[in-house]
């Protein structure tokens, strides 16, 4: 079955740096457009970012953009955010998603998997 | 930049009764349209995809409909189950959420 589980978040002060991994198994990892998604503390959805499945394409929301880095190792099977300069409004659960549509193809911006999250707190 | 409103921002119902839950995008989006559904302390789940597909698994009581700027998702009859936080997305753009409640 598909599993995408996240790691690496925690506490961290403003202007840091923190990098989130995401492990994933029970597809084909290589085919799919990943993305991550975040959430703050009682607010809504906010889309971050997608990489295409061969990393050849990469696209950030507005908020993130020149701070934050999507990759992959499609080796290991994991996707990664590395996030810098990091401001209190960054703080949220962070899920990766899969994308809808596999098959080596640009992502149709439709999450069909997620992982649990993990929690990013940007506080002194 | 698209905008989603999303209506009502609460929904007060019973179990059996019928959810209907409004999008509205502020410009076309053609059917480029998808709904989540959000439990507290849980991931999003994909219901809806393409305004009117059901994703996989997703029982048959919720129903999509809708193109260009107006889109419903539709609980036809609500299981304890469902109250939840139901949001519509269109590629990198969420809606603010429609809470369905037990009244």
């Known amino acids: 079955q598909v599993q995408l589980v996240e790691s690496g978040g925690g506490v961290v002060q403003p202007g840091r740096s923190l990098r989130l991994s995401c492990a994933a198994s029970g597809f084909t990892f290589s085919s799919y457009g990943m993305h991550w998604v975040r959430q703050a503390p009682g607010k809504g959805l906010e889309w971050v970012a997608v990489?295409?499945?061969?990393?050849?394409?990469?696209y950030y929301a507005d908020s993130v953009k020149g701070r934050f880095t999507i990759s992959r190792d499609n080796s290991k099977n994991t996707l990664y955010l590395q996030m810098n300069s990091l401001r209190a409004e960054d703080t949220a659960v962070y899920y990766c998603?899969?994308?809808?549509?596999?098959?080596?193809?640009?992502?149709?911006?439709?999450?069909?998997?997620w992982g649990q999250g993990t929690l990013v707190t940007v506080s002194s | 930049e698209i905008v989603l409103t999303q209506s009502p921002a609460t929904l007060s119902l019973s179990p059996g009764e019928r959810a209907t839950l409004s999008c509205r995008a502020s410009q076309s989006v053609s059917s480029y349209l998808a709904w989540y559904q959000q439990k507290p302390g849980q991931a999003p789940r994909l219901l809806i995809y393409d305004a009117s597909n059901r994703a996989t698994g997703i029982p048959a009581r919720f129903s999509g409909s809708g193109s260009g700027t107006d889109f419903t998702l539709t609980i036809s009859s609500l299981e304890p189950e469902d109250f939840a936080v139901y949001y519509c997305q269109q590629r990198s753009f969420f809606g603010p959420g429609t809470k369905v409640d037990i009244k």
């Open positions: 998603a899969r994308d809808h549509y596999g098959g080596f193809v640009a992502p149709d911006y439709y999450f069909d998997y």
């Open positions: 990489i295409w499945y061969d990393g050849s394409n990469k």
